[in-house]
């Protein structure tokens, strides 16, 4: 499979909720990142994932967490959604460093 | 800790025109630096990518440079087409990515 495929793509949940963001990256693709773009900003890098170990996090509270698996596929978490948690949530993935990244399409969350 | 700076924030230019969109950072100690393209509501779609060792990197009518030693680099766009619009993104990696803000451009028919 080619590129990286986020879902949902659009999702509301209420204040106080906890809500899981997933994300499928291409094999051989063993570090994935996840970011949060709120309207009008560049993406803030939230946390990233080598090999199912976090190798790195933004400044971003625990209640912000994530997983990655075997099959290349990851999961974003969030609990206790705040309104300032409306954001475009996007997946990157890498099979090395002087590769790059490759982005998913994006999940919007909106919490109300 | 890392700051990357996109100017101008906004362009609005006539098609056929040629531009500059620029980009600089803080620190220079990154192993790439990748140019990205964000249309409204939509995920990055990826322009160009240069590596720390390499000066420049040509993708169509798309020229991308890097000079690591004063933190900058440039977007060449030729001859600008109103499809381009869209806002364009810089970042730069450092294990993980650090980005601009954007340039949002507009190109007018």
């Known amino acids: 499979e080619t590129g990286v495929t986020q879902s949902p793509t659009h999702l509301i949940k209420t204040r106080g909720q906890q809500v899981t963001l997933r994300c499928s990256s291409q094999?051989?693709?063993?570090?994935v990142s996840w970011y949060q773009q709120a309207l009008g900003q560049g993406p803030q890098f939230i946390f990233q994932?080598?090999?199912?170990?976090?190798?790195g996090r933004g400044n971003f509270p625990p209640r912000f967490s994530g997983l990655q698996f075997p099959n290349y596929s990851s999961e974003l978490n969030v609990n206790a959604l705040e309104l300032d948690d409306s954001a475009l949530y996007l997946c990157?993935?890498?099979?090395?460093?002087?590769?790059?990244?490759?982005f998913g399409s994006g999940t919007r969350l909106t919490v109300v | 800790k890392q700051e990357v700076t996109q100017i101008p924030a906004a362009l609005s230019v006539p098609e056929g025109e040629n531009l500059v969109l620029n980009c600089s950072f803080t620190?220079?100690?990154?192993?790439?630096l990748q140019w990205f393209r964000q249309d409204p509501g939509k995920g990055l779609t990826s322009l160009l990518l240069?590596?720390?060792?390499?000066r420049e990197q040509t993708s169509g009518r798309l020229n991308a440079s890097l000079d690591k030693s004063s933190g900058r680099s440039t977007l060449y766009i030729a001859a600008s087409q109103p499809g381009d619009s869209a806002t364009y993104l810089c970042?730069?990696?450092?294990?993980?990515?650090?980005f601009g803000a954007g340039t949002r451009l507009t190109v007018k028919p």
């Open positions: 990157a993935s890498s099979p090395g460093i002087v590769y790059g990244y490759t």
């Open positions: 094999s051989g693709h063993n570090t």
């Open positions: 994932y080598y090999r199912e170990e976090e190798n």
């Open positions: 620190d220079s100690a990154i192993y790439n």
């Open positions: 240069i590596q720390s060792s390499q």
């Open positions: 970042a730069v990696e450092e294990g993980d990515m650090r």
